[in-house]
T-cell receptor, first 116, second 110 residues
Framework: DAEITQSPRHKITETGRQVTLACHQT?????MFWYRQDLGHGLRLIHY???????NKGEVSDGYSVSRSNTEDLPLTLESAASSQTSVYFC???????????????FGPGTRLTVL | GQQLNQSPQSMFIQEGEDVSMNCTSS?????WLWYKQDPGEGPVLLIA?????ELTSNGRLTAQFGITRKDSFLNISASIPSDVGIYFC??????????FGTGTSLTVIP
């Protein structure tokens, strides 16, 4: 069955370190998204991609970067981790733009990141 | 960024009761979706709505795309303990921007 996975599921790191969170989907979806979820803020969009080599900034992109070298993966990098980036991070994917189901996003299980 | 206004913020109900929650936006939306999130998991898509006035069911869940295109409703009939979780609305506006609501936390008391 097609799925979307994230790794690691839990990560503790120190302020200033570079951290990369992995996201892998086997839906063959063109679109991939990264969100962070914090109490009182719901889900906020960090970065998104509509296809290979395409990346776009979301609502809260400062301090994060992504790259899309293939269809299946969209890793999220925190260049220099800060305590304000302690959060739960979710990756999602959806079908290509223009398709009827393009807005139906499917989510991974999440990565809980703690920055000390 | 724009957030969808979801209400109520939390609900505590007895098993067997019906549940209603809604989501409103200040602008017109082309798509409304409803997700459920269990603790420690990612949101799972429950229902997707694509047309104003559309009423769609998924088992005991029923959702409606408001006629004004600025709101949507989710109803759960005859609640059971496994309905516990956080329910999120989401939608896409006319500029194809995707937004999530702030969530409704549902507790079902056996």
């Amino acid at each position: 069955d097609a799925e979307i996975t994230q790794s690691p599921r839990h990560k503790i790191t120190e302020t200033g370190r570079q951290v990369t969170l992995a996201c892998h989907q086997t839906w063959n979806h063109n679109n991939m998204f990264w969100y962070r979820q914090d109490l009182g803020h719901g889900l906020r969009l960090i970065h998104y991609s509509y296809g290979v080599q395409d990346t776009n900034k979301g609502e809260v992109s400062d301090g994060y970067s992504v790259s899309r070298s293939n269809t299946e993966d969209l890793p999220l990098t925190l260049e220099s981790a800060a305590s304000s980036q302690t959060s739960v991070y979710f990756c999602a994917s959806s079908a290509a733009l223009g398709l009827a189901t393009t807005n139906e996003q499917f989510f991974g299980p999440g990565t809980r990141l703690t920055v000390l | 960024g724009q957030q969808l206004n979801q209400s109520p913020q939390s609900m505590f109900i007895q098993e067997g009761e019906d549940v209603s929650m809604n989501c409103t936006s200040s602008s017109i939306f082309n798509t409304w979706l409803w997700y459920k999130q269990d603790p420690g998991e990612g949101p799972v898509l429950l229902i997707a709505l694509y047309k104003a006035g559309e009423l769609t069911s998924n088992g005991r869940l029923t959702a409606q795309f408001g006629i004004t295109r600025k709101d949507s409703f989710l109803n759960i009939s005859a609640s059971i303990p496994s309905d516990v979780g956080i329910y999120f609305c989401a939608g896409t506006n006319t500029g194809n921007q995707f937004y999530f609501g702030t969530g409704t936390s549902l507790t079902v008391i056996p």
